[in-house]
């Protein structure tokens, strides 16, 4: 399996469960209907568990932008890499999203609430203010990038790229990242940040699984769907982004 197509997959099982856990606890006539936010948060702890077990052998399970991004920048990755797995990862979040609409496609259906609707695809903040919900971001994403960069297993060999040619599928043997050991204590990590950091902005931590699920609440003809709230669409993007960075400079100060 290519390195491209491996972040897809784990992407797209990530946002599948993830998504798919909030559609289970928020929309009319399901099961899960009002669940609640520990259903939430180890729905998608889980989620991250089947993603980064399923591809981490094949690309060390990113699943995430912000991860992507750290870890180029501590030069786990060639930044000729970084546009591939960052298309792969949204590409992966927006039919991950699309699957879980068509799974409760019958509770979109049924449900009037457009702010519920919207919450199955992308966060949103319990108090609206563009500096708190930033820091929150950057937080909780600090948090998440810092763990796994002492969870994850292995450096690069830089010497096995030499002389590779400089296309995404020459790294799939060689994915940098985390592996399929360490799917449970990732998991555990998420679940960590979603109870205890996950409350003023539904905890995002993924520019990809905020940005995927939000394009494709704007393209698909969710019935009585409101807008995809893109004035907040920035701040689960450029915080993670921030967090990310912030956790590679420590990271690389403390080694």
Same mark, same amino acid.
């Given at each position: 399996?290519?390195?491209?197509?491996a972040?897809?997959?784990?992407?797209?099982?990530?946002?599948l469960?993830g998504?798919?856990?909030?559609?289970?606890?928020?929309?009319?006539?399901?099961?899960?209907?009002n669940?609640?936010?520990i259903?939430?948060?180890?729905?998608?702890?889980?989620?991250?568990?089947?993603?980064?077990?399923?591809?981490? %052998?094949?690309?060390g399970?990113?699943?995430n932008?912000a991860?992507?991004? %750290?870890?180029?920048?501590?030069?786990?990755?060639?930044?000729?890499?970084?546009?591939?797995?960052?298309?792969?990862?949204?590409?992966?979040?927006?039919?991950g999203?699309?699957?879980?609409?068509?799974?409760?496609?019958?509770?979109?259906?049924a449900?009037?609430d457009p702010?519920?609707?919207?919450a199955?695809?992308?966060?949103?903040?319990?108090?609206?203010?563009?500096?708190?919900n930033?820091?929150t971001?950057?937080i909780?994403t600090?948090?998440?990038?810092?763990g796994?960069?002492?969870?994850?297993?292995?450096e690069?060999?830089?010497?096995?790229?030499?002389?590779?040619?400089g296309?995404f599928?020459?790294l799939s043997?060689i994915?940098?990242?985390l592996g399929a050991?360490?799917?449970?204590?990732?998991?555990?990590?998420?679940?960590a940040?979603?109870?205890?950091?996950?409350?003023?902005?539904?905890y995002?931590?993924?520019?990809a699984?905020?940005?995927?699920?939000?394009i494709?609440?704007?393209?698909?003809p969710?019935?009585?769907?409101?807008?995809?709230?893109?004035?907040?669409?920035?701040?689960?993007?450029?915080?993670?982004?921030?967090g990310?960075?912030l956790?590679a400079?420590?990271?690389?100060a403390l080694?």
């Open positions: 399996m290519s390195t491209f197509l972040e897809l997959i784990g992407t797209a099982l990530l946002i469960l998504d798919g856990v909030v559609a289970n606890c928020v929309l009319n006539k399901s099961k899960g209907q669940g609640g936010w259903v939430i948060t180890m729905g998608w702890a889980m989620a991250v568990f089947v993603g980064v077990f399923a591809v981490g %052998a094949y690309s399970a990113h699943l932008s991860v992507t991004l %750290a870890l180029a920048v501590t030069g786990g990755i060639e930044w000729a890499q970084v546009p591939a797995y960052l298309v792969a990862q949204l590409m992966g979040a927006i039919l999203a699309c699957l879980v609409w068509v799974a409760y496609k019958q509770q979109f259906d449900t009037d702010d519920g609707k919207l199955v695809f992308c966060t949103a903040p319990a108090v609206r203010g563009t500096v708190p930033l820091l971001e950057i909780g600090f948090v998440l990038i810092f796994v960069f002492y969870i994850a297993k292995g690069v060999n830089l010497a096995k790229l030499e002389g590779l040619p296309g599928e020459s043997s994915p940098v990242g050991v360490d799917a449970l204590p990732v998991a555990l990590l998420v679940l940040i979603g109870l205890s950091l996950g409350g003023p902005t539904g995002a931590i993924n520019p699984r905020d940005l995927g699920p939000r494709a609440h704007f393209i698909l969710i019935k009585g769907k409101r807008d995809s709230d893109w004035g907040y669409a920035w701040i689960p993007v450029v915080g993670p982004v921030i990310a960075l956790a400079a420590l990271h690389m080694k």
